[in-house]
């Protein structure tokens, strides 16, 4: 079992440029989480999809970004006119039936 | 909304010696209680998980203690060693079953 795979590890755009992140969930998981780490705020709950479908997008903000599902082995967050304030690591999780989310190694983003 | 506090947010530890981190929620119909340990640059380890029934979990050298009464929840690592060194992590989710709600983290050192 390869865990939840999660692309690229990093990732650095400019001011204003598109970022896409990409997350394999583990075989069989019916549901992906997407959640942002700062320093300053955290650990903060983006956005889930079960079964391929949006759930709950309570945690994205309103502007700029979206995150799809198109087929049970990715998701992606992708960022739109990335500011230096989208700096974050940004980490997907998966699970299954059971309450346990397992999570990726995160992918990094630096907007310079 | 739920809301979990944290602490200590450093703990340093001789090589041997146990060391306790403590969260406090505030919702309690919270359900499902997990511990995760983040080392630098890695994702979200799951350690342990309890479900609100349980009072008690213990695994490899960690002790997790449920107080429902007072909404706290803390993790005990019993002789600890220099690989326990990492940010640990405490999280709850609701009756839901969806996003989970994080501590604000404890790094914990570790030293021979």
């Known amino acids: 079992n390869a865990g939840v795979i999660q692309t690229p590890r990093h990732k650095v755009t400019g001011k204003g440029q598109e970022a896409t992140l990409w997350c394999e969930p583990i075989?069989?998981?019916?549901?992906v989480f997407w959640y942002r780490q700062t320093i300053v705020q955290g650990l903060e709950f983006l956005t889930y999809?079960?079964?391929?479908?949006?759930?709950?997008d309570s945690g994205m903000p309103k502007e700029r970004f979206s995150a799809q599902m198109p087929n049970q082995s990715h998701s992606t967050l992708k960022i739109q006119s990335t500011q230096p304030q989208d700096s974050a690591v940004y980490l997907c999780?998966?699970?299954?039936?059971?309450?346990?989310?397992?999570f990726g190694p995160g992918t990094r983003l630096t907007v310079l | 909304g739920e809301q979990v506090e944290q602490r200590p947010p450093h703990l340093s530890v001789p090589e041997g010696d146990s060391a306790v981190i403590i969260c406090t929620y505030t919702d309690s119909a919270t359900a499902y209680f997990y511990w995760y340990k983040q080392e630098p640059g890695a994702g979200l380890q799951l350690l342990m998980s309890v479900f609100s029934n349980v009072d008690r979990k213990e695994e490899q050298g960690l002790t997790v203690l449920l107080n429902k009464k007072d909404k706290q929840l803390s993790l005990n690592l019993t002789a600890a060693h220099p690989g326990d060194s990492a940010v640990y992590f405490c999280?709850?989710?609701?009756?839901?079953?969806?996003?989970?709600?994080f501590g604000t983290g404890t790094t914990v050192s570790v030293s021979p």
């Open positions: 999809f079960r079964n391929q479908a949006p759930i709950d």
């Open positions: 999280a709850v989710v609701g009756q839901g079953g969806r996003a989970l709600i």
């Open positions: 075989s069989g998981h019916s549901a």
């Open positions: 999780a998966s699970k299954n039936s059971s309450y346990e989310q397992y």
